[in-house]
């Protein structure tokens, strides 16, 4: 990331959509699973936004850096622990780096989807209890499609966010409304 922004010069919007969630119950989770979801939701994000964030200062320019995170950052969930946890640290790291960065007109925001039809999520989809049980947290009653998160993602990145940062825009459905 350091080398592109130096070649390429600093980019105003970030969007850090890398996630992968191992469903386990705590007691039986693995170190290597444990460490393997932390460097993909948390480090990597850490590293990737920091790269930005330094370009953009250098450069004095504002900017909006969004990460995907997840109504689990909010909540808890069985066989979730690991995931809820690295969730939470997202949006504990974002609200932190909204203060560091607001005086540079930097924005940073968390958008937190409730469960989106993707390659992830399709096999636990695919059990019908645990899709029922998951239907039965959202208000709306259906999973999420990727086209749902279009309209958010283009708020936080634009203009018409400008006084946003620091917060997490739920689009959940309603999950976490209870």
């Not at 007691?27 to 948390?42: F, G, K």
């Not at 917060?167 to 309603?174: H, I, T, Y």
Request: net charge negative; charged share 15%; aromatic share 6%.
């Amino acid at each position: 990331m350091t080398q592109l922004i130096s070649e390429q010069g600093p980019f105003q919007i970030l969007v850090n959509n890398a996630g992968t969630n191992r469903p386990a119950p705590c007691v039986d989770y693995t170190e290597l699973d444990y460490d393997e979801v932390m460097a993909l939701n948390v480090k990597s994000v850490y590293f990737t936004t920091r790269a930005v964030a330094r370009g953009l200062t250098a450069a004095c320019l504002d900017g909006s850096i969004i990460n995907i995170s997840s109504q689990m950052g909010h909540v808890g969930g069985p066989g979730r622990t690991v995931y809820c946890a690295s969730k939470h640290a997202l949006e504990g790291f974002t609200k932190a780096l909204a203060w560091e960065l607001g005086a540079g007109g930097i924005r940073v925001n968390t958008l937190c989807p409730t469960f989106i039809e993707t390659p992830m999520t399709e096999p636990m989809l695919e059990d019908e209890t645990f899709k029922e049980r998951v239907l039965s947290q959202i208000a709306l009653g259906r999973v999420g499609q990727v086209e749902d998160l279009m309209g958010a993602i283009v708020y936080l990145a634009s203009d018409a966010s400008r006084l946003v940062t620091g917060s997490a825009l739920m689009v959940d459905g309603g999950w976490t409304a209870v």
